[in-house]
């Protein structure tokens, strides 16, 4: 800086206040200070200044995979908003899910220097039955049942999943046979007791639970399974890649859908609409639950307040070609759901 105010023939000062696009500087003395500096190659320390003001303008996010579609939307809309608001990103991956991971990674974000962290749940901790933050530094939780500790955000699981398991009951379906996700997933937990709930309410027999690991192939697995059932006309899948692999799977059985089997996902992924047929499914806002975990992580950082709860952002459920009425051929209202091997 001093080096640029030679050059410029000013006060290290009115350096300072050009590199700070300070206002009150004559536009010839600024035009000077900036042709000096780009003579220098010089930059400003922004470092510096962060910590001289106490802010970084930066944002920790925690979180155990990007694999999943639903983390690699989160973070990806976390970051457009982070953007907005002039904040940059640092993301921190976990290896393992467990309270001393968790911990170790927001050790690291403090020597990073940053202003605030989300934490991206989706898996239940292994070595704890409760999550347990560091305290006072700003958090919001997302896809977790923390709420009753920390500002949580997340999808309206259970919500999308009602929708989903009604829009096949008023169809006609008698049941709906249902794929999870992970057992460890606080999602998939969700989205299966919701499933088993509406079934309970409409007085219908729960078929078992296929289980799944959000990918493909497991769906796939399942729905060969499910595919051998003939009273099985309904499946609820509780993500689209699953989805896609059950119906691979019924249509190399030899099952027609929507026409003998109807199936609807959770997502709404960009490529559910070109499935074959097109998906049902449930769709999830992750803009807004990025726009969500930015905005109440800077409300805590600008008012040093933390106030748990959890907000949930809706779902909506998207009508496609994978579903319709039951065949006439369907069993009477009377017969007993299959079971799955």
Not at 84 to 101: F, K, N, S
Not at 236 to 248: K, T
């Amino acid at each position: 800086m001093a080096d640029v105010a030679r050059l410029a023939g000013v006060s290290s000062q009115t350096v300072s206040r050009v590199s700070t696009g300070h206002p009150g500087v004559l536009e010839s003395t600024r035009r000077e200070v900036l042709n000096a500096m780009q003579q220098l190659g010089y930059r400003p320390n922004s470092a510096a200044r962060a910590l001289k003001r106490g802010e970084f303008r930066t944002i920790g996010v925690i979180l155990f995979t990007l694999a999943t579609t639903g983390n690699s939307r989160t973070v990806e809309a976390i970051a457009a908003h982070a953007a907005r608001e002039g904040y940059a990103i640092t993301l921190i991956p976990v290896a393992v899910p467990t309270q001393d991971e968790v911990l170790g990674a927001f050790t690291r974000l403090g020597e990073l220097a940053v202003d605030g962290i989300i934490v991206i749940m989706e898996v239940h901790l292994l070595d704890a039955a409760d999550l347990r933050l560091p305290p006072g530094v700003p958090v919001v939780v997302v896809d977790s049942d923390a709420g009753d500790r920390y500002p949580v955000v997340d999808t309206d699981q259970a919500d999308g999943a009602r929708q989903a398991v009604r829009h096949l009951l008023e169809l006609g379906h008698r049941t709906v046979w249902h794929v999870t996700g992970p057992d460890e997933s606080f999602s998939s937990a969700r989205r299966a007791q919701a499933w088993r709930a509406v079934l309970d309410e409409a007085g219908r027999a729960a078929p078992p639970c296929e289980h799944g690991d959000w990918s493909a192939g497991s769906g796939y697995r399942a729905g060969l399974r499910l595919a051998g059932l003939a009273d099985c006309t309904a499946i609820f899948v509780a993500n689209d890649q699953m989805a896609l692999g059950v119906l691979r799977a019924l249509h190399e059985a030899g099952r027609r859908v929507p026409e003998d089997v109807s199936v609807v996902g959770f997502d709404d992924i960009p490529d559910a609409g070109s499935y074959m047929p097109p998906l049902t499914t449930v769709r999830q806002d992750w803009a807004e639950v990025g726009r969500r975990c930015v905005q109440g992580l800077l409300e805590q950082i600008n008012r040093h307040t933390v106030e748990p709860g959890t907000v949930l952002v809706p779902t909506t459920l998207i009508p496609r070609a994978s579903t319709a009425p039951p065949a006439s051929t369907a069993p009477p209202a009377g017969s007993a759901p299959g079971t799955s091997s």
